[in-house]
């Protein structure tokens, strides 16, 4: 991990440039200085400003040395952030540093130079704000506390990849922070709506519970210490995300990006993150896992599989089982329509017990049934696979083409349309 910090020779810009060179240090890499005149300035005021620039960069570069870090500088005439970005990429730099706007700067910095860079650097920025937890994890004095948001999104998965890279540097303790709105999260799940958006039901705050804890298992995995927050919030999830992390007194809050622009920012969690937590932020772009960022495979613990009892979805449930690793759980689920009576809930689930390989052909997997009722059979999928956080949903088709497609319409097809979650659909061998 390479690491470059932006200065302006603010006093800002000097804490970030200390913070950077201790992270340097602690993990035995280059730090590069960096600071950009625009044209402006060059036209002006010609060679004196860049030799004052150069003489200031040699004096910056000299005091960070004497902490025991690799330093050297780079002057770059231009845009700050596309000439940044143009040396990021030109000497692979993994990682950019940058010191917040001032407290006192119109609108805290909204489409700054530190805003302005986010958005178009393709690699992990971090933005320092006084505070000593950061610089003592550096030193190696304590374990780092960092805050994660939680979401199910791609720069979510990236960001979480990035804390197990900075967790191979020294101890990291992490808090997954989720911020929900409970109403849109009980549609997806299927069950009762709230009466307001701090109402979570048992049923509702259980189930995002054990997603969260799905989306963090990785870190677990990898050994590191984690626990999560679930907090119900209304409006802009960056102002509860940032009162959940200060709540913490975390040293370092971590958010992934979409690097949305335009009026998309006014939603941007990282966006108003940066410039409102008073904790230093990490904003880690999808497209840092283009840049060389490590990617933990997908992996297949839990297995949705559905049938109607035909051939097609028995088909289906066989692959469930021959998909699920040792040690998985196989959720097989029938829909019933919603005006069947217990009775005939009953016989569906007998049908399903009859459907579950017996212990000594298949004893290595946990086997969970469920009978449901629903005229929308495809949103009743949908919302069992959400509910129980399946990694995969295995669906029989019949594989209907044509006239008999668009007449009789296909479960399958729209469960894979509906559905953001991986799904396996099984056809059945041609005749």
Known sequence: MTIACATNFSESARRACDTAALLARRMNVPLCLVHVLTGTLV?????AICETARSTLRDECERLRATGAQVDSVLLTGEPEEALRE?????????????????????????????????????????????????????????????????????FEVAREWVKTLAKVGPVEVVGGRIVWVGSEAERLGLVHPHSYKDMSPELREALELESESLLEPLRAAGLPVRSRLEPGLGRIADHLIALASEEQVDLLVVGTHQRRALAKLWSVSQSARRLAPMSVVSVPARAAEQGLEQEAPRVRTVLATTDFGEAGDRAIAYAFAITPPGGTVHLLHVEPEEATPEQLQAARHQLELRVPSPEHDGSHKVELSVLKGDDVAGVITQAAERHCADLVCLGTHGRTGVSRMVLGSVAQQVMARSDRPAVTVRMPRA
């Open 43 to 47: 036209r002006t005021f010609g060679d």
């Open 87 to 155: 040396l990021v990429v030109m000497r692979g730099f993994q990682w950019v540093v940058a010191g917040a706007p001032r407290e006192d700067t119109p609108f805290r910095g909204l489409g700054g130079t530190v805003d302005r860079m986010a958005q178009l650097l393709e690699v992990p920025f971090l933005v320092v704000r006084e505070g000593s937890g950061l610089e003592a994890w550096a030193r190696g004095e304590r374990p780092l506390r960092l805050m994660l948001g939680v979401d199910r999104s791609r720069p």
